[in-house]
């Protein structure tokens, strides 16, 4: 079965960095575009990126452009998010999840604090 | 990017009852393709959103059939035709006709 599992969250400063990860199993990862979506603590939904089977294409949502990076690791089945210049407002749960124009499979989510 | 507008923003429904949920975009999601990538969501207290509806109609892997979407262009609704007690939480509409996908804002369904 599809399984999607993010590492990598915590808690970091202002202006800090961070790097999340997405291990996928059960299924061919190297297939799929994948996708990170995000949601501060009691709000909606937010997209954040998108990544291409190869990684030669992506998509970056405005309130993240320039300060985050999205790559993939198609030999370890791994999708990767390295944030940057973090704010508070990027606290979250961040989840990946597989994308096929929709999000067909989510993993559980890591939560990102970024407080002082 | 295309804004998603979800309407109500929470839904008391009586066990048994219909509920019917609007989501209207800011632009045609019909694609130059013909799909229409619209797409609904349950989101679970304390889970991550599960698909249930995609392309406006057609039901994912294992959702009941009391869940069915319809709509085209802007206008879209999610009606569930019996609610259960498994159906509460969030739900989300979705469009992914650009490539910056956006949500709708959510609406809270619980029971009376």
């Known amino acids: 079965q599809v399984q999607l599992v993010e590492s990598g969250g915590g808690l970091v400063k202002p202006g800090g960095s961070l790097r999340l990860s997405c291990t996928a199993s059960g299924f061919t990862f190297s297939d799929f575009y994948m996708s990170w979506i995000r949601q501060a603590p009691g709000k909606g939904l937010e997209w954040v990126s998108r990544?291409?089977?190869?990684?030669?294409?992506?998509y970056y949502a405005d309130s993240v452009k320039g300060r985050f990076t999205v790559s993939r690791d198609n030999a370890k089945n791994s999708l990767y998010l390295q944030m940057n210049s973090l704010r508070a407002e990027d606290t979250a749960v961040y989840y990946c999840?597989?994308?096929?124009?929709?999000?067909?499979?989510w993993g559980q989510g890591a939560l990102v604090t970024v407080s002082s | 990017d295309i804004v998603m507008t979800q309407t109500p923003l929470s839904l008391s429904v009586t066990p048994g009852q219909p509920a019917s949920i609007s989501c209207k975009s800011s632009q045609s999601l019909l694609q130059s393709d013909g799909n229409t990538y619209l797409y609904w969501y349950l989101q679970k207290p304390g889970q991550p959103p599960q698909l249930l509806i995609y392309e406006v109609s057609k039901r994912f892997s294992g959702v009941p059939d009391r869940f069915s979407g319809s709509g085209s262009g802007t206008d879209f609704t999610l009606k569930i035709s019996r609610v259960e007690p498994e159906d509460v939480g969030v739900y989300y509409c979705?469009?992914?006709?650009?490539?910056?996908?956006?949500f709708g804002g959510g609406t809270k369904v619980d029971l009376k």
């Open positions: 979705m469009q992914s006709t650009q490539p910056q996908l956006t």
């Open positions: 990544i291409s089977k190869s990684g030669d294409s992506i």
């Open positions: 999840a597989r994308y096929v124009a929709a999000l067909d499979y």
